[in-house]
C-alpha cells in the first residue's frame, strides 16, 4: 500500500511538473505574440510613412510635369511668333531644370516602392510565423527596417528615466542634438563617445556647448559604427549601423544577464575614444 502510495505521489508530481511546463511554454508563445504584434504595428507605421511619401513624390512629380507641358507650348508661342530670343532660351534652361528635378524624384519614388515592398514582405513573414508556432521566434535581421531616427527617439526615452549615470555611443557629435541632453536631470553622470572633426565649426560649437555642462565627459570615436546607451547599468541599448542607411541590428534590453555580456561591447566605444 505504500509503495502504491508512493507510486501515485510521483505520478501528480510528474503530472504538475509536466501543467507548469505547458504553462510557462504557453506564457512564452503569449509574449512571443505580443512582441510581433508590436513589431508588426512598428512595421505598419512605417508604411503608411512610405505610402504618404509617396503620394506627394507622384504629386510633385505631375505638378513638374503639367509646369513643363506649360514651358514648351509658350516655347512653341515664341518660335511661332519669332519673339526675344534671349526669352526663348530662358525657357528651354527651365525645362531642362524641370526634366532633372523629375528625373530625381522619379528615382525617390521608386526607392520609396521597393522600401513599402520590404516592409509589406517582412509583415507577411510575422504574420506567417503567428499562425505556425512551430516557426522560431528568432528574427531575420539582415534586411530589417530600423531607422535612425527611431533609435534616437528610444534613446531619448531611456534617458529620461536615468538617475545617476549613463554611458552614450554615437556615431556623430551632431547626432546628440537630437538626444535633448540639457533635459536630463543635472545629477545623471554622462560619458559621451562620438566622431568630433575640430575643423568643422558646428562640431567645436556643439562640443564647447556641452562640455560646459559639469555633468558630460566627451571623448572622440571615429569609428562611426554604432549607438549605445546603458542608464543606470539597469538598461541598454546597442544598435550595429547596417550595410544600407536604415538598416540596423538593434538590442534594447533590461535583463540583467543580457547587460553584463554585453558590457564589453559596450565599453568598447568609450574605451577605444581618445580625449578631445
Known amino acids: 500500500m505504500e509503495n502504491f502510495d508512493n507510486s501515485l505521489k510521483k ?3 510528474a503530472k504538475d511538473n509536466l501543467i507548469k511546463l505547458k504553462d ?3 506564457k512564452t508563445l503569449e509574449n512571443s505574440l505580443e512582441l510581433k504584434n508590436d513589431f508588426i504595428q512598428t512595421l505598419e507605421t512605417s508604411i503608411n510613412i512610405k505610402d504618404e511619401k509617396a503620394k506627394t513624390l507622384e504629386k510633385t512629380i505631375k505638378l513638374k510635369e503639367e509646369n513643363e507641358i506649360e514651358l514648351k507650348e509658350e ?3 515664341l518660335i511661332s511668333t519669332a519673339l526675344d530670343p534671349l526669352l526663348l532660351k530662358e525657357k528651354v534652361e527651365k525645362i531642362k531644370e524641370f526634366e532633372k528635378e523629375i528625373e530625381i524624384l522619379n528615382g525617390e519614388l521608386s526607392k520609396a516602392d521597393e522600401e513599402l515592398e520590404s516592409l509589406q514582405i ?3 513573414k510575422i ?11 528568432i528574427l531575420e535581421s539582415t534586411n530589417i527596417h530600423i531607422t535612425k531616427s527611431e533609435i534616437i527617439e528610444k ?4 534617458l529620461q528615466n536615468a538617475l545617476h549615470k549613463v554611458m552614450i555611443v554615437a556615431p556623430n557629435i551632431l547626432d546628440l542634438q537630437d538626444l535633448h541632453l540639457y533635459e536630463v536631470r543635472s545629477s545623471v553622470s554622462m560619458n559621451i563617445a562620438c ?8 562640431h567645436t560649437e556643439l562640443l564647447d556647448e556641452l562640455l560646459s555642462l559639469d555633468n558630460i565627459s566627451l571623448r572622440n570615436y571615429e569609428r562611426e559604427d554604432r549607438y549605445v546607451l546603458t542608464r543606470d ?17 538593434v538590442i534594447h534590453t533590461k535583463d540583467s544577464n543580457h547587460i553584463r555580456l554585453l558590457n564589453s561591447l559596450t565599453m568598447e566605444g568609450w574605451l577605444a575614444s581618445r580625449k578631445v
Open 75 to 77: 516655347i512653341e508661342k
Open 155 to 158: 534613446m531619448r526615452g531611456v
Open 233 to 249: 547599468g539597469e538598461e541598454l541599448i546597442f544598435a550595429v549601423i547596417g550595410e544600407s542607411e536604415n538598416n540596423h541590428l
Open 24 to 26: 510557462e511554454q504557453v
Open 122 to 124: 517582412e509583415i507577411e
Open 127 to 137: 504574420r506567417k510565423s503567428e499562425s505556425n508556432p512551430t516557426i522560431s521566434n
Open 11 to 13: 505520478q501528480l508530481e
Open 195 to 202: 566622431l568630433v572633426n575640430e575643423g568643422i565649426d558646428e
